[in-house]
Nanobody
Framework: VQLVESGGGLVQPGGSLSLSCAVSGFTFSNYAMSWYRQAPEKERELVAT????????EYADSVKGRFTISRDNAKNTVYLQMRSLKPEDTAVYYCNPRGHDFWGQGTQVTVGS
C-alpha cells in the first residue's frame, strides 16, 4: 500500500491550496477516504471523509464551508481543496483509507505571512 500526498506549501491567511493523494496497492474505489492533519504537539485530527463512490462527504466543524474533499476513482486519487486558510490550519496533512492504519509521509501546509 502506498499513499503519496502532495500540494502543500506556504500560503498567506485567506489563501487557497489544493492537496492530492495518489494511492496504490489496494482497490481504491472500495474504500472511503479521509484527510487528517497533525499540528506540532497536537493529536492527529480528522478533517474530512468521502464515501467510496463519492456520494457523501463529512467535515470537521473547523473546516466546514472552507474545505472540499473529492476523489477520482479512475485516477486512484483523493483531493482536498482548501480555501480561506487560517494560521490554525497549519499542519501536516495525511490521507487515509477509512478504518485502516495506512499512512503516507504527509504534506506540510503552513499558513502565515
Amino acid at each position: 500500500v502506498q499513499l503519496v500526498e502532495s500540494g502543500g506549501g506556504l500560503v498567506q491567511p485567506g489563501g487557497s491550496l489544493s492537496l492530492s493523494c495518489a494511492v496504490s496497492g489496494f482497490t481504491f474505489s472500495n474504500y472511503a477516504m479521509s484527510w487528517y492533519r497533525q499540528a506540532p504537539e497536537k493529536e492527529r485530527e480528522l478533517v474530512a471523509t468521502i464515501a467510496s463512490r463519492g456520494s457523501s462527504t463529512e467535515y470537521a466543524d473547523s473546516v466546514k464551508g472552507r474545505f472540499t474533499i473529492s476523489r477520482d476513482n479512475a485516477k486512484n486519487t483523493v483531493y482536498l481543496q482548501m480555501r480561506s486558510l487560517k494560521p490554525e490550519d497549519t499542519a501536516v496533512y495525511y490521507c487515509n483509507p477509512r478504518g485502516h492504519d495506512f499512512w503516507g509521509q504527509g504534506t506540510q501546509v503552513t499558513v502565515g505571512s
